[in-house]
């Protein structure tokens, strides 16, 4: 019981600090010690066997001054002492302590067995340990199926987007083999498939944490039968995919194409289905559309439940940035969640994003506030190995195409809204998705000046985090390059 | 002090009461019995510091007075006498004792170095029917712990609330809760009982009412039955949270005949004995095996009549088994103490404790914890 354990290590901690700071502070006089001198005067006035009999269990519980008189209080182990104390040798105690004190002494014996030697920890024994237990086999089991630890229902964020293939993943956790074999998620990168896979493998081992999971991408399972095929080992593949509980493959797709693979595949699948296993799938794309896969497989993806998982709106995306964010011990005040949210459109990003914030947090020592995370808004995300391939004029053309403007409206003086905002949201785009200068971006807007530039980005990051409006701009644009 | 006393009866109370004396103890006194006239009675007592009891025998008295003597030699002369009755008479620290033909001179203590004990039980003391105490007790005693590193499970918790009093004990590996039905009581508590005072009690208790009576400020339990008054220091500490390991559900249930049970472990106890105990519970959808292994006497496999009810086929491995170790000894105790014709097992995973019913007696709950094989 490790929560009991920790819990009354903290009391048994609190409990001797107290007695520490209780005898420091009791009159300024150390109870202890004094204590400690008494009962080595005491051990000279009374016979051994009568000191170690009554006197080695007592302690002081407290002590009191009250215009030149000390109030102690003595605490015995058993009423039998205390009464044996009490008639027989209160006048020697009283008559050693005041000697100590120099001051006359009340005494007053109790009942109370002496705990502050931490004896009264609680027992950590088997039967009260065994939540501890759960959690490491089960921390061993995850780790032996190789599933990623924080990828668990809990920080599973739901919405619109993604509330289909959560409940498909939900239910297929409840009812192994039985709701939906195989389950098949598709969606395009950085969306959650992998997450909510691993989260079924999770929920599963929760249950029952002798269940064979195992996690692997589609690589790892070509990779396993290129080993098998070359060591002549294909029976130890088998064996450790056939006799599985819950088979995760991650991106399938690389499978295609691949003819002996596809046909060992085909087998393990076919086995699993068989005895009852599950199988959870992903790829970029539904089975219908994977090319080079064999219509047999495809027909069995088929046979199976396929859900898509569309990219996160708005406030999933906060949902997310929140989640994370706590995962990372930040805490993020809820108006910069929504600038985060609003500007960066993958959970993948956002995490990327939640990383530069936190070293710029704790390495530059930076505020958290609304500047500091324009600014890195503003920087758009060069360390994103995903880019838009396009040209500063496809953008152009693409927010002209949008808004049905003509470029010299759109390059042209006047500053009415309609005209404006546009024009902002494409110094905006070409400054945060194609990382160009500020300067650059101002030449190729009809040669303005970089801090028009700055001041357009900074505005439209502001609207991004609280106006539908402009992230549905962003997003349709996005879309046209 | 001077007296005739009824020499069983005498011999009797001695019997009870130099158990509770501590030969080992430093102090002499405290190997010594108190003799004591009081209410033209002999009040015998005896402490250890731990526990005491005093227990009043009918007396015929001349004259008052007390004195202390060695419980053994006490014990041990008297156990040894024949003859009706017994002449006792002191003088200052020795006592004269006469029976029939025999005549003895014991020294002893003066009593004024006897610690008080309690020889009544206040007012307002609770009354508990013996038959339901005597019945109740034993089926948690044995689950105590000796180890005095962990004082708190080295006494039975009491917990009084309303009409019914629950007696809880374990060693951290094995838990038994009773409860016992009580007369309507407004009154709620907790204590932590010594296992040394209730084992006594048991002992001296036949069919007599049994009064409680719990000083929480002086930390002490007293107890009257009959003419006897025991009593012991509560264990200070707080006893662990033992409702949040009850497991309240079960996946998998066995029925089984206690007798075929006691015994069939039993015989795998001769091959556990040299390998830590260990017996394993091998159990399928519809068979109930027990087997033991040994490296130095060889193994044993035992099948039972079972009646089984899965409620979650993952339980069971892919031979279609569920295999639960336990150690033998802690099954045989529980099996020892239990009277009903069938046992009901509740599992709900190799690491979690089992449930043992008796279902018979509803108001029995124990717990084995299992013991961890190696994969």
């Given at each position: 019981?490790?929560l009991?354990?920790?819990?009354?290590?903290?009391?048994?901690?609190?409990?001797?600090?107290?007695?520490?700071?209780?005898t420091?502070?009791?009159?300024?006089?150390?109870?202890?010690?004094?204590?400690?001198?008494?009962?080595?005067?005491?051990?000279?006035?009374?016979?051994?066997?009568?000191?170690?009999?009554?006197?080695?269990?007592?302690?002081?519980?407290?002590?009191?001054?009250?215009?030149?008189?000390?109030?102690?209080?003595?605490?015995?182990?058993?009423?039998?002492?205390?009464?044996t104390?009490e008639?027989?040798?209160?006048?020697i105690?009283?008559?050693?302590?005041?000697?100590?004190?120099?001051?006359?002494?009340?005494?007053?014996?109790?009942?109370k067995?002496?705990?502050?030697?931490?004896k009264?920890?609680?027992?950590?024994?088997p039967?009260?340990?065994?939540?501890?237990?759960?959690?490491?086999?089960?921390?061993?089991?995850?780790?032996?199926s190789?599933?990623?630890m924080?990828?668990?229902?809990?920080?599973?964020a739901?919405?619109?987007?993604?509330?289909?293939?959560?409940?498909?993943?939900?239910?297929?956790?409840?009812n192994?083999?039985?709701?939906?074999?195989?389950?098949?998620i598709?969606?395009?990168?950085?969306?959650?498939?992998?997450?909510?896979?691993?989260?079924?493998?999770?929920?599963?081992?929760?249950?029952?944490?002798?269940?064979?999971?195992?996690?692997?991408?589609?690589?790892?399972?070509?990779?396993?039968?290129?080993?098998?095929?070359?060591?002549?080992?294909t029976?130890?593949?088998?064996?450790?995919?056939?006799k599985?509980?819950?088979?995760?493959?991650?991106?399938?797709?690389f499978?295609?194409?691949?003819v002996?693979?596809?046909?060992e595949?085909?087998?393990?699948?076919?086995?699993?289905?068989?005895?009852?296993?599950?199988?959870?799938?992903?790829?970029?794309?539904?089975?219908?559309?994977?090319?080079?896969?064999?219509?047999r497989?495809?027909?069995?993806f088929?046979?199976?439940?396929?859900?898509?998982?569309?990219?996160?709106?708005?406030e999933?995306?906060?949902?997310?940035?929140?989640?994370?964010?706590?995962?990372?011990?930040?805490?993020?005040?809820s108006?910069l969640i929504?600038?985060?949210?609003?500007?960066?459109?993958?959970?993948?990003?956002?995490?990327?994003?939640?990383?530069?914030?936190l070293?710029?947090?704790?390495?530059?020592?930076?505020?958290?506030n609304?500047?500091?995370?324009?600014?890195?808004?503003?920087?758009?995300?060069d360390?994103s190995?995903?880019?838009?391939?396009?040209?500063?004029?496809?953008?152009?053309?693409a927010?002209?195409k949008y808004?049905?403007?003509?470029?010299?409206?759109?390059?042209?003086?006047?500053?009415?809204k309609?005209?404006?905002?546009?024009?902002?949201?494409?110094?905006?785009?070409?400054?945060?998705?194609?990382?160009l200068?500020?300067?650059?971006?101002?030449?190729?807007?009809?040669?303005?000046?970089?801090?028009?530039?700055?001041?357009?980005?900074?505005k439209?990051?502001?609207?991004?985090?609280?106006?539908?409006?402009?992230?549905e701009d962003?997003?349709?644009?996005?879309?046209?390059? | 002090?001077?007296?005739?006393?009824?020499?069983?009866?005498f011999?009797?109370?001695?019997?009870?009461?130099?158990?509770?004396?501590?030969?080992?103890?430093?102090?002499?006194?405290?190997?010594?019995?108190?003799?004591?006239?009081?209410?033209?009675?002999?009040?015998?007592?005896?402490t250890?510091?731990?526990?005491?009891?005093?227990l009043?025998i009918?007396?015929?008295?001349?004259?008052e007075?007390?004195?202390?003597?060695?419980?053994?030699?006490i014990?041990?002369?008297?156990?040894?006498?024949?003859?009706?009755?017994?002449?006792l008479?002191?003088?200052?620290?020795?006592i004269?004792?006469k029976?029939?033909?025999?005549?003895?001179?014991?020294?002893?203590i003066?009593a004024?170095?006897?610690?008080?004990?309690?020889a009544?039980?206040?007012?307002?003391?609770?009354?508990?029917?013996?038959?339901?105490f005597?019945?109740?007790?034993?089926?948690v005693?044995?689950?105590?712990?000796?180890?005095e590193?962990?004082?708190?499970l080295?006494?039975?918790?009491?917990?009084?609330?309303?009409?019914?009093?629950?007696?809880?004990a374990?060693?951290?590996?094995?838990?038994?809760?009773?409860?016992?039905?009580?007369?309507?009581?407004?009154?709620?508590?907790?204590?932590i009982?010594?296992?040394?005072?209730?084992s006594?009690l048991i002992?001296?208790?036949?069919?007599?009412?049994?009064v409680?009576?719990?000083?929480?400020?002086?930390?002490?339990?007293?107890?009257?039955?009959?003419?006897?008054?025991?009593?012991?220091?509560?264990?200070?500490?707080?006893?662990?949270?033992?409702?949040?390991?009850?497991?309240?559900?079960?996946?998998?249930?066995?029925?089984?005949?206690?007798?075929?049970?006691?015994?069939?472990?039993?015989l795998?106890?001769?091959?556990?004995?040299?390998?830590?105990?260990?017996?394993?519970?091998?159990i399928?959808?519809?068979?109930?095996?027990?087997?033991?292994?040994?490296?130095?006497s060889g193994?044993?496999?035992?099948?039972l009549?079972?009646?089984?009810?899965?409620?979650?086929s993952?339980?069971?491995?892919?031979?279609?088994e569920?295999?639960?170790?336990?150690?033998?000894?802690?099954?045989?105790?529980?099996?020892?103490?239990?009277?009903?014709?069938?046992?009901?097992i509740?599992f709900?995973?190799?690491?979690?404790?089992?449930?043992f019913?008796?279902?018979?007696?509803?108001?029995?709950?124990?717990?084995?914890?299992?013991?961890?094989?190696?994969?």
């Amino acid at each position: 019981m490790h929560l009991l354990e920790a819990e009354n290590y903290k009391n048994g901690l609190v409990l001797r600090l107290l007695c520490t700071s209780f005898t420091i502070k009791m009159e300024g006089i150390d109870t202890n010690n004094l204590w400690g001198d008494v009962c080595e005067n005491l051990k000279l006035s009374v016979s051994g066997a009568i000191f170690s009999t009554w006197f080695t269990q007592t302690h002081i519980v407290s002590l009191k001054k009250n215009d030149k008189r000390h109030f102690i209080e003595i605490g015995c182990p058993t009423l039998y002492s205390k009464a044996t104390l009490e008639t027989r040798y209160f006048g020697i105690v009283q008559d050693t302590l005041s000697s100590f004190l120099k001051t006359p002494v009340d005494l007053i014996f109790t009942v109370k067995q002496q705990n502050s030697n931490g004896k009264n920890l609680q027992p950590v024994t088997p039967l009260f340990e065994n939540s501890k237990d759960h959690g490491e086999d089960l921390n061993r089991a995850i780790s032996q199926s190789k599933l990623r630890m924080t990828y668990t229902f809990q920080n599973f964020a739901v919405s619109s987007s993604n509330q289909m293939a959560w409940a498909a993943a939900e239910a297929v956790s409840k009812n192994p083999g039985s709701a939906y074999n195989p389950l098949f998620i598709w969606g395009g990168v950085g969306i959650g498939k992998t997450h909510l896979m691993s989260a079924v493998g999770h929920s599963v081992l929760e249950k029952n944490r002798n269940a064979k999971v195992y996690f692997c991408t589609g690589e790892d399972f070509t990779n396993d039968i290129v080993e098998g095929i070359r060591n002549k080992t294909t029976q130890d593949f088998r064996n450790k995919y056939r006799k599985l509980n819950l088979l995760l493959i991650d991106d399938i797709q690389f499978i295609a194409g691949k003819v002996s693979v596809q046909e060992e595949f085909f087998h393990t699948f076919n086995a699993l289905v068989y005895s009852g296993s599950q199988i959870i799938l992903t790829s970029d794309q539904p089975p219908s559309e994977i090319k080079r896969l064999e219509e047999r497989l495809k027909s069995r993806f088929e046979a199976g439940l396929i859900v898509d998982i569309g990219p996160p709106d708005f406030e999933l995306r906060c949902a997310i940035v929140g989640i994370k964010a706590k995962q990372k011990g930040l805490t993020i005040p809820s108006n910069l969640i929504h600038m985060i949210a609003g500007n960066i459109d993958t959970p993948r990003k956002i995490e990327g994003f939640l990383i530069k914030l936190l070293s710029e947090l704790t390495i530059k020592k930076s505020e958290l506030n609304e500047m500091l995370i324009e600014n890195l808004v503003g920087k758009g995300d060069d360390s994103s190995p995903i880019r838009i391939k396009a040209s500063a004029n496809d953008v152009v053309t693409a927010v002209m195409k949008y808004y049905s403007l003509g470029k010299k409206q759109l390059m042209g003086e006047s500053r009415v809204k309609r005209l404006a905002q546009p024009r902002q949201l494409l110094m905006y785009i070409l400054r945060t998705q194609l990382s160009l200068p500020y300067e650059e971006v101002g030449r190729l807007i009809g040669g303005r000046d970089h801090t028009t530039v700055m001041h357009a980005v900074d505005k439209i990051t502001q609207m991004a985090s609280n106006n539908v409006q402009i992230r549905e701009d962003i997003l349709g644009i996005k879309k046209l390059i | 002090m001077k007296l005739r006393v009824s020499r069983k009866s005498f011999f009797d109370a001695l019997s009870i009461t130099s158990r509770f004396t501590s030969y080992k103890a430093q102090l002499p006194i405290l190997g010594n019995i108190l003799l004591e006239t009081k209410n033209n009675k002999l009040n015998i007592s005896a402490t250890n510091l731990e526990m005491s009891v005093c227990l009043a025998i009918a007396a015929k008295i001349e004259s008052e007075g007390k004195i202390t003597v060695p419980a053994k030699t006490i014990h041990d002369v008297a156990s040894n006498l024949s003859g009706e009755s017994v002449d006792l008479e002191v003088d200052k620290e020795q006592i004269f004792l006469k029976c029939g033909s025999f005549s003895s001179k014991l020294l002893g203590i003066v009593a004024s170095d006897f610690p008080p004990i309690p020889a009544s039980v206040s007012k307002n003391a609770l009354e508990i029917p013996s038959e339901t105490f005597l019945e109740s007790l034993p089926k948690v005693l044995y689950c105590v712990s000796s180890d005095e590193t962990r004082p708190t499970l080295t006494g039975v918790l009491m917990i009084l609330f309303k009409d019914l009093v629950s007696w809880v004990a374990t060693d951290g590996f094995r838990l038994s809760k009773k409860d016992m039905p009580m007369k309507e009581s407004s009154r709620e508590t907790k204590i932590i009982i010594p296992k040394g005072v209730l084992s006594e009690l048991i002992r001296i208790a036949k069919e007599q009412k049994i009064v409680l009576d719990y000083k929480k400020d002086e930390k002490q339990i007293v107890f009257q039955v009959g003419e006897a008054v025991l009593s012991s220091r509560v264990i200070e500490g707080e006893f662990p949270d033992f409702e949040k390991i009850i497991p309240q559900t079960y996946k998998l249930k066995l029925d089984v005949d206690r007798n075929e049970l006691s015994q069939a472990i039993k015989l795998a106890s001769v091959f556990a004995r040299d390998a830590a105990n260990v017996v394993k519970f091998i159990i399928s959808e519809k068979t109930f095996k027990l087997n033991a292994e040994s490296s130095q006497s060889g193994d044993q496999e035992n099948s039972l009549d079972v009646k089984i009810e899965s409620k979650d086929s993952q339980l069971f491995d892919e031979k279609g088994e569920f295999v639960i170790a336990f150690n033998c000894k802690y099954v045989e105790d529980y099996l020892n103490c239990v009277e009903g014709e069938n046992i009901e097992i509740k599992f709900n995973d190799v690491n979690s404790p089992g449930v043992f019913l008796d279902t018979s007696d509803e108001k029995l709950l124990h717990l084995i914890m299992p013991v961890r094989l190696q994969s």
